[in-house]
């Protein structure tokens, strides 16, 4: 439940969240769009944080920068 927190919160929160747990990476596919919408709107807002790694048709890919 955690986690999932990550795919609803503001950017900033999803973020900070993701840090504390040790996430590298967070995708977006199918199942999160459908179930959270607008996250992928929401983490292309942080493009030095979480930067997009790879997008095509069926999923996102964010990496999650450690925190300095």
Known sequence: EQVRAIFDEPALAAYERAVRAGINYVLI????????????????????????????????????RAAR
């Not at 459908?34 to 048709?57: C, K, Q, S, T």
């Open 29 to 64: 596919g199918p199942p999160e769009r459908h179930a959270h919408e607008g996250v992928e709107e929401r983490l292309d807002g942080l493009p030095d944080l979480m930067p997009l790694l790879f997008r095509n048709g069926t999923i996102s890919i964010y990496g999650v």
